[in-house]
């Protein structure tokens, strides 16, 4: 067997060990539970420890919503989360500028349109700030569920710089203290044979750079949530459709300087 497919090999088995080794762990687990009378005490143990961490989970997770709810005693990972503030007339000219290029791309006419990062996390916040969902919620008036996400939430944040795209995001996470996870993801556009595709990576993760090695690229056809968020407004998902006819007729995409640029 060649030297150079030794280390493939050995893979392979690590693999399939890998694989298997929750299944293994809980036999022998079970094993050891009923043949090693002092295995019980660690049994209770962790029996015991999974109830605590679960009463740790019930009360930590009604701490942090209704701080949330109160807006007081909020952990710096989420003070700190960077949040646009934006307006019912910012989105209503922004959306006029995407809908003007919507139509002449159905059309089949040239189009090109621009946006900076404002524009982007405007269209992405439909013109509605924390705030204004916060008083509607409390007041108990009715709201819709991607409203209710920016309650328990805050919505992403999008910042061009480098010729890239940076994606924001913070999530409610009750398994840990703070009760939030939030990282930060670096999107580009690649053209390949005439068609273009979106990646993603994760760079930072709770504050904390993580080293290229570790990094997972994620590449898709043109799409995803940063481009669901330019061309979908505030559309139904029936629109589904047309909006991938839209996406269709893409030819070329740019970041120049501060600005991400789309030609039809």
Do not use: C
């Not at 049994?43 to 919503?65: K, P």
């Not at 900076?116 to 992405?124: C, F, G, R, V």
């Amino acid at each position: 067997m060649p030297n150079d497919t030794k280390p493939k090999v050995a893979q392979k088995y690590l693999d399939v060990f890998l694989t298997f080794l929750p299944l293994i762990l809980l036999v022998l687990f079970i094993y050891l539970s009923n043949t090693v009378p002092a295995f019980a005490y660690v049994e209770w143990t962790l029996v015991i420890s999974g109830i605590g961490y679960l009463v740790f989970i019930y009360f930590n997770s009604q701490r942090l919503l209704k701080n949330l709810t109160d807006r007081h005693n909020l952990p710096k990972i989420y003070t700190n989360f960077p949040v646009y503030e934006t307006s019912e007339e910012e989105y209503r000219l922004i959306r006029k500028k995407m809908e003007t290029f919507i139509l002449s791309v159905e059309a089949d006419r040239s189009a090109q349109v621009e946006l900076n990062s404002n524009e982007i996390n405007s269209l992405y916040k439909k013109g509605k700030n924390i705030s204004d969902i916060n008083s509607l919620y409390k007041k108990g008036k009715n709201i819709s569920d991607s409203e209710t996400e920016f309650i328990f939430s805050l919505p992403n944040f999008y910042e061009i710089r480098d010729g890239k795209i940076y994606k924001y995001s913070i999530g409610f996470f009750p398994f840990s203290w703070t009760g939030f996870l939030s990282n930060i993801h670096e999107i580009e556009f690649l053209e390949q044979n005439g068609n273009y595709f979106t990646t993603q990576k994760v760079i930072e993760h709770n504050g904390k750079k993580i080293s290229p090695k570790k990094q997972s690229l994620v590449s898709q056809p043109l799409g995803g949530d940063l481009i669901d968020t330019i061309l979908r407004l505030d559309k139904t998902m029936d629109w589904s459709d047309s909006m991938k006819l839209v996406i269709s007729k893409i030819r070329h995409i740019e970041i120049s300087q501060d600005k991400l640029i789309l030609r039809a």
